[in-house]
């Protein structure tokens, strides 16, 4: 038997026990609530184990050898690293907000699957296997060594310009994963949202800080098996209860025609009607005071002084008090505040206004004009995400971690069946908990709302996950009357369906598990691009091994705490964030990386042009249409929304890379030689 096989079997048992350990776990805390175990300690004890579990994985793991630390030792079998790319594939965007998306925008929302999924084709088929060969550690090492130029044909300009890249895409990425990890403490632990977060970075620095991507691996296979089961137990549940069938994937064909024809029922109701007429008198009103600013502006901020004088001259409550203080506190500052603000409610008034769109129907829209926008939209968002996914320097750098190109190949196969046991339940569990709460929650009395509701209504206060207001005063709940954050459907899933709370807490864990191994890898991309490309390679040249770990350790740590801060303060939801960070990364990196394989005329010159090109044309549309970066909407081209801004920066980049290419020298021979030779059969 070869030492591969050795190995091979050596972690399949490994893991094997791991499963029956895990079930155990799962069985004695199934017993241990059944005994009357209080929610908060089964919260608890699911963090806490989760947590132990990857740091004892860390701490085995860890290691001060380079290629240990930065490619696991190029020795991890195809099947382990297919797991392990899954895990760090299958972010918080994945296992909590995508199924949220589905639940809320229908079939527009199959465009993360449909990108997602087709960017590991083009991982697969244009840049994995020519990594492998290729042979280093980071994804600037290799455009610096096939685009050469600056101070001795290194490639420094080039390796600079990517690492730039990778950190902004990184870190705009790892945000997300992190405000996620804050998401699920918070709620499963009882802790603030913000020490959650602190709380759950404890656990991603344990073992990317002491095993790099040795000890990054083997958690990461670790969280995939936790991922797996948290997200199929509770979507077989669902499945079994309201189509008999425990295969998600097969029955929510069933349940689909009985979706629709709920929504028709509830499109109708005159009383969910009465709660959508009420929204749109209050849009209307925001729309007056938009007209008649500034003097609208000038008259609410002395209203809300005079309402606060009021109560403090007639004694009135502490409480009334407080509330007059920060209704004036919370006033917008200045007209153009008054604007944006009133602008953004106005827009999820009218939101709330509409009749449910039918679930199933492509690209709903009132006219045909905003039917052709929706499907520009759905059309570009699959092109980021696909061109986004073969530009991830996270996800990349798992081609160097496999022992021959051969099992990279094999590598990227698995990674695929192990993302698709995932993909192809997400949006049966969106159909199915969709139904469930149409035909459950909604027309149910206000006095018997199910518990669940009120635990994520109070995750976060101030900008609640979940609200039911009773706008018509009828004492049911209509539909019209229930704002759900997509970020809290997966993670309520076991709740909605009224399995355990032990299954609550894998479903968390899961999540956790996948915002983790997410967090992780891209920490790790971080901190390697500093320390190996910018301090080894520029800075000095000449640092020993250990040196060069010990700096990267330390740079995972600061990129980690900063990521930290930026998640505490909730720049945007987790799909957001995730949707900028594809297409910053196709926009700056996919045309140096596909165009260095398959055309050697690519130079130095068009590599440096092609990045900066791409980079800015995606920025500068984010900021010219994202409201949050002080954008607007109605400046969009052709209607494309913030987050796809990579359709126009993808052909920038190709374009600019070609051109500048062809204005300049030709590359050296040595450029055409490696080309020569990652592209060679092994």
């Not at 005071?289 to 009135?316: F, H, Y």
């Not at 039918?358 to 045909?368: C, L």
């Not at 929304?641 to 359709?647: D, K, L, T």
């Amino acid at each position: 038997m070869t030492a591969n096989k050795r190995y091979f079997r050596r972690l399949s048992g490994y893991y094997a026990w791991f499963c029956v350990c895990f079930a155990g776990f799962l069985l004695a805390l199934t017993v241990l609530e059944k005994e009357g175990m209080p929610r908060l300690w089964i919260g608890h004890l699911f963090m806490f184990a989760t947590i132990v579990l990857y740091a004892t994985i860390g701490v085995v793991s860890r290691t001060s050898n380079v290629t240990e630390y930065y490619v696991a030792g190029r020795r991890v079998p195809a099947l382990f690293n297919g797991m392990a790319t899954a895990a760090d594939w299958i972010s918080a965007a994945s296992f909590i907000s995508l199924a949220g998306g589905l639940y809320l925008y229908g079939f527009d929302a199959l465009a993360y699957i449909m990108g997602w999924t087709g960017g590991y084709c083009l991982v697969a088929l244009l840049i994995a296997p020519y990594l492998r060969k290729f042979g280093q550690y980071t994804i600037p090492d290799y455009l610096a060594a096939r685009y050469g130029g600056g101070a001795g044909g290194r490639g420094g300009p080039v390796r600079a310009l990517a690492v730039g890249a990778t950190i902004i895409v990184s870190f705009v990425y790892v945000v997300a994963q992190i405000y996620a990890v804050g998401l699920i403490a918070s709620r499963f632990t009882g802790v603030d949202f913000s020490v959650g977060i602190f709380l759950g970075l404890a656990s991603i620095l344990v073992c990317s800080f002491l095993g790099g991507m040795r000890g990054i691996t083997w958690t990461q296979v670790a969280q995939y098996i936790i991922i797996l089961v948290a997200f199929l137990i509770p979507t077989m549940w669902l499945s079994a209860k309201h189509a008999d069938n425990p295969l998600p994937q097969v029955a929510y064909g069933s349940v689909l025609p009985k979706l629709a024809q709920r929504e028709a029922q509830l499109a109708a109701d005159p009383r969910e009607e009465a709660v959508r007429a009420q929204f749109r008198r209050q849009a209307d009103d925001y729309a007056a005071r938009l007209a008649a600013l500034p003097g609208s502006w000038e008259g609410g901020r002395l209203e809300a002084q005079r309402r606060l004088d009021a109560a403090r001259l007639r004694n009135a409550s502490l409480g009334d008090v407080r509330n007059a203080e920060r209704a004036l506190a919370a006033y917008p500052k200045t007209v153009d505040d008054a604007e944006a603000l009133w602008r953004a409610q106005r827009a999820r008034l009218l939101t709330r206004a509409q009749p449910p769109q039918p679930h199933a129907a492509p690209f709903p829209g009132a006219t045909e004009a905003e039917s052709n926008a929706r499907r520009n939209n759905f059309l570009a968002l699959v092109f980021c995400l696909m061109f986004g996914t073969a530009a991830l320097p996270h996800i990349l750098m798992r081609s160097y971690t496999t022992p021959s190109v051969h099992a990279a190949r094999g590598s990227v196969f698995w990674t695929l069946f192990f993302i698709l046991l995932i993909y192809l339940s997400i949006p049966a569990l969106a159909v199915l908990a969709k139904y469930d709460i149409y035909t459950s929650l909604v027309g149910s009395d206000f006095r018997s709302l199910p518990t669940w509701i009120s635990y994520w209504a109070n995750v976060d206060k101030v900008n609640p996950l979940i609200s039911i207001t009773d706008i018509n005063g009828d004492g049911l709940v209509q539909l019209a009357e229930i704002a759900i954050d997509g970020d809290v459907l997966v993670l309520a899933t076991s709740e909605i369906g009224g399995l355990p709370y032990v299954i609550s807490g894998l479903v968390a864990a899961g999540g956790l598990a996948a915002a983790l191994s997410t967090a992780d890898g891209l920490l790790l991309a971080i901190s390697n691009a500093l320390s190996h490309d910018v301090y080894y390679k520029i800075v000095d040249p000449g640092a020993s091994t250990q040196k060069r770990v010990t700096i990267s350790k330390l740079l995972l740590l600061a990129v980690a705490f900063i990521a930290a801060y930026a998640a505490s303060q909730k720049p945007a939801d987790i799909l957001s964030l995730v949707g900028a960070a594809f297409s910053l990364a196709a926009s700056t990196l996919f045309a140096p990386l596909v165009l260095g394989v398959f055309w050697k005329r690519a130079n130095h010159a068009g590599a440096i042009a092609g990045m900066i090109a791409g980079f800015l044309t995606c920025l500068y549309y984010m900021l010219r249409t994202n409201p949050i970066l002080g954008g607007r909407m109605d400046a969009a081209w052709f209607d494309i929304a913030p987050m796809s801004a990579g359709i126009f920066g993808v052909p920038v980049g190709i374009a600019a890379v070609v051109i500048a290419s062809l204005l300049t020298a030709p590359p050296s021979r040595a450029s055409d030689g490696m080309v020569d030779y990652i592209r060679a059969p092994e």
